[in-house]
């Protein structure tokens, strides 16, 4: 039940891109189990921004994108801008119970 | 769209046992998947631990079993949260969210919950 593994800290200037990395196990990220990405501004509630590994809610933008392979998945986000700078946070089951990842704190310099 | 609201006492003492209602309008309750629990400690990362079906069946974070009971009222479109013997450990911000399409959303605002005497 440890938490999936993400970087502490991804860093871009506006308008460039950053990948964040969430490393798991064969039975969970591996699995058949798909995993969701979450943004979190300071002080606000978490927000869904991917989910079933690549599929964006209403809403979100397009510069948003995700994708899995194998054990680990990852967030994409392009175009940075200033508000995209924030908490982001992957999330998986393991069939009987969820897991977070340990979060990464993206900063738009 | 649905709505989440949690509620309940914002401090709780070492042993004793945190208590929290999720309260669910906007939509058909029945509609929905799961409920969860989500809670975050100050500066610290999600955390999940718990969530329910609306017919009842529930999933727990291994380490939590033993402490942890989270029950649904249909009638009172309502979510609830128990956690027992808790410490400085489970001081938290608590969330509550719904899971029907392969992500947690939406999420209630979130309470604080301080474990303290």
């Known amino acids: 039940q440890s938490a999936l593994t993400q970087p502490p800290s991804a860093s871009g200037s506006p308008g460039q891109s950053v990948t964040i990395s969430c490393t798991g196990a064969s039975n969970d990220v591996g699995g058949f189990n798909s995993v969701s990405w979450y943004q979190q501004h300071p002080g606000k509630v978490p927000k869904l921004i991917i989910y079933e590994d690549n599929k964006r809610p209403s809403g979100v933008p397009d510069r948003f994108s995700g994708s899995k392979s194998g054990n680990t998945a990852s967030l994409t986000v392009s175009g940075l801008q200033a508000d995209d700078e924030a908490d982001y946070y992957c999330s998986t089951s393991t069939g009987s119970f969820y897991v977070f990842g340990t979060g990464t704190k993206v900063s738009v310099l | 769209q649905v709505q989440l609201q949690e509620s309940g006492p914002g401090l709780v003492n070492p042993s004793g046992t945190l208590s929290l209602t999720c309260t669910v309008s906007?939509?058909?309750?029945?509609?929905?998947?799961?409920w969860s629990w989500v809670r975050q400690p100050p500066g610290k990362g999600l955390e999940w631990i718990g969530e329910?079906?609306?017919?009842?069946?529930?999933n727990y974070k291994p380490s939590l079993k033993g402490r942890i009971t989270v029950l649904v009222d249909v009638s009172k479109n309502q979510v609830h949260l128990k956690l027992t013997s808790v410490t400085s450990a489970d001081t938290a911000v608590y969330y509550c969210a719904t899971n029907a399409n392969g992500g947690f959303d939406p999420w209630g605002q979130g309470t604080l919950v301080t474990v303290s005497s």
């Open positions: 329910i079906s609306h017919g009842g069946r529930t």
């Open positions: 906007g939509d058909s309750f029945s509609s929905t998947g799961w």
